[in-house]
């Protein structure tokens, strides 16, 4: 199975201190212990699962699992070991498609959601790394120009006593050795915080919160937030196609999903809908849940049918995704050249205004 990257086996930002969900190897073994006895490959299911896990521990673990139950060895010899560390998700999923009879194809709808997540984190990434690419390049530009050109036509203009324009004048106190020197430190500077932002910003707490503001933006977050609806609605419809009850399935929905923000939002629902709420009004002054979803959830009421539902929507928000993302590189790089465009032409207006006024003058 994706920072990228992620999959639906990785621990979501706001759960990896040691969540109950991910060391459940009681529930797996349960699950285990039905499959077999419904005689269902669960080597072959592993193999498949281990060729989609996003950490090299997951996927190692994934494999000698599928080797060891090839061997001969019970599953229950097999899973009685705590260091394999199966997330939660896997073992309602595995426990779904037993209960409905539809392993395998629980199985390839999982690895097909995780695909799609992948091409749409490729797409999101894709569109961030150009302007993250061209800002500090630009900013590089603009250092040079100020450094080694701006000098030169200074020296000029005091020598002829040139009257300089409000532009020029500008551009020159840009050029100050204080200023230049802090642009040299600011550009590595800006490179590592993007770097850090990018790295450590999930363990930062408040994440969902920022997560879910970053999604508001028009241009930027919007293919965010269609992966992660994606996701969502995958990784819960299968669940509730398998019949897993509601609060349980959205608690595993939430141990799975690598959006922080619809984490969090999910594991409220499961709360809610625990306590007797449906699920629309569970969902009613959670800003977690985005307005498509509520919309979604008017559906619950027809019960396995909702899964289906939920599936066809992950289907489209990944396709939303992709074209959003696309649609927001067509948007980004004429806005950059344009900002490029701009800036080059203020610097040859400051520069040669001064100029064409001193050769009227020497004529």
């Known amino acids: 199975m994706n920072a990228d990257t ?35 490959p669960l080597e072959s299911g592993l193999r498949a699962l281990s060729e989609e896990a996003p950490s090299s521990s997951l996927r190692l673990a994934l494999r000698r699992m599928s080797d060891e139950l090839a061997s001969g060895q019970s599953p229950e010899q097999v899973l009685s070991r705590s260091q394999w560390g199966l997330p939660n998700y896997l073992s309602g999923l595995v426990r779904a498609g037993v209960q409905s009879g539809k392993l395998g194809e629980f199985l390839e709808q999982f690895l097909l959601s995780v695909r799609r997540r992948r091409q749409a984190s490729a797409s999101f990434w894709r569109m961030m790394a150009y302007p993250l690419f061209l800002t500090p390049l630009v900013i590089l530009i603009a250092t040079a120009v100020l450094a080694f050109i701006v000098p030169q ?33 600011g550009i590595p500077l800006f490179v590592l915080i993007m770097i850090a932002i990018v790295v450590s910003g999930p363990y930062i707490p408040g994440h969902a919160t920022r997560l879910r503001w970053f999604q508001y933006l028009p241009v930027l977050g919007t293919p965010s937030r269609m992966r992660g609806l994606s996701e969502f609605c995958s990784l819960l419809g299968l669940l509730v196609t398998g019949q897993i009850p509601l609060p349980e399935a959205l608690a595993m929905t939430a141990s799975a999903l690598h959006d922080a923000n619809l984490s969090q939002g999910a594991r409220r629902l499961a709360a809610r809908v625990e306590q007797g709420e449906s699920l629309e009004a569970a969902s009613l002054g959670l800003p977690q849940i985005s307005a498509e979803l509520k919309s979604l959830f008017r559906w619950e009421p027809r019960g396995a049918a909702f899964g289906d539902i939920l599936m066809r929507a992950g289907e489209v928000y990944s396709a939303r995704a992709q074209v959003q993302a696309g649609a927001s590189l067509i948007i980004l790089q004429p ?9 080059i032409g203020f610097i040859v207006l400051a520069l040669f205004m001064p100029l064409v006024k001193l050769l009227n003058e020497l004529s």
């Not at 979501?12 to 285990?32: I, K, M, N, W, Y």
């Not at 009257?163 to 204080?178: D, K, Y």
């Not at 806005?335 to 800036?343: D, E, N, Q, S, T």
């Open 6 to 40: 992620p999959s639906a086996f990785s621990q979501p930002d706001d759960l990896r201190s040691g969540d109950q969900s991910f060391s459940s190897t009681e529930s797996v073994q349960a699950s285990v212990a039905t499959l077999v006895s419904a005689g269902l």
């Open 153 to 185: 036509f200074q020296s000029i203009f005091s020598d002829f006593g040139v009257a300089l324009p409000g532009m020029t004048q500008l551009l020159i106190n840009l050029s100050h050795p204080f200023i230049v020197k802090s642009l040299l430190f």
């Open 335 to 343: 806005l950059i050249f344009l900002g490029l465009g701009l800036f």
